[in-house]
Structure formats: structure tokens, C-alpha cells
């Protein structure tokens, strides 16, 4: 229920705390890398997570320590667990089928096939 979702996704950000899940149809999602995005207002859209399709996990410095990416138990789910929320984490974020996160002064791809996105989530952190 799209109301109820909303609720508890308005307790748990007040919490500072949300998690994401990405759930792949048409395809098995186990066998893509899977990679995180946000875009703030008025920002171009940045990775700021992925887990490759070998299980290696890269986070941006603005989420590293805070956020944390996993596979769930079947084979077309992924999450994105959030901890720490702050304003500026404000955005609405995408998971795909493909990664792109800066790491210090490189950039860190990964790409498997094609390439699919999620429709966003609005994650909306008050001060």
C-alpha cells in the first residue's frame, strides 16, 4: 500500500534511517552489477554505490560509512541501507543495472550486458 509505505518511510527518515530495495522483473538481477544513484535539486545525477557482480562494494565519500549496499537472499533484489540521514541527502535515487562512482580521483564502472534503471524514490531528510 502505497500510503502505508509512505508512512513508515516518513518514521523511518525522522529516525535518520531508510532502507532502499530494487527488485529486478524480466530478469535475473544476480547476474548485473548493481549500482546506486541520487539527484539532488538543481545536481546532476552521481553514483554513489555499487556492488559488482563478483560482490565488491565502492561508496562515494558523501555516503561511505553511513550507507550500505547488499544483495538480498533471491536473485533479483538488491537494498540500499541508509543510516545517518542528513539534509543533504536529499534526492531522489535510482538503482541500475550498472555502477559509476567516483573513488578518489577515478572512476569506478561497471557494466554487464544491458542497462536497466529504477523509477526513483523521493528521499526527503528535514533538518
Known amino acids: 500500500d502505497v500510503q502505508l509505505q509512505a508512512f513508515w518511510g516518513r518514521l523511518g527518515a525522522a529516525w535518520g534511517s531508510l532502507k532502499l530495495s530494487c527488485e529486478a522483473s524480466g530478469f535475473t538481477l544476480d547476474k548485473y552489477p548493481i549500482g546506486w544513484f541520487r539527484q539532488a535539486p538543481g545536481k546532476e545525477r552521481e553514483g554513489i554505490s555499487c556492488?559488482?557482480?563478483?560482490?565488491?562494494?565502492t561508496y562515494a565519500n558523501s555516503v561511505k560509512g553511513r550507507f550500505t549496499i547488499s544483495r538480498g537472499n533471491t536473485k533479483n533484489t538488491g537494498y540500499l541501507q541508509m543510516h545517518s540521514l542528513k539534509p543533504e541527502d536529499t534526492a531522489v535515487y535510482y538503482c541500475a543495472t550498472k555502477c559509476s562512482v567516483i573513488v578518489g580521483d577515478t572512476l569506478w564502472e561497471r557494466t554487464y550486458e544491458n542497462e536497466y534503471w529504477g523509477q526513483g524514490t523521493q528521499v526527503t531528510v528535514s533538518s
Open positions: 556492488i559488482s557482480r563478483e560482490g565488491s562494494t
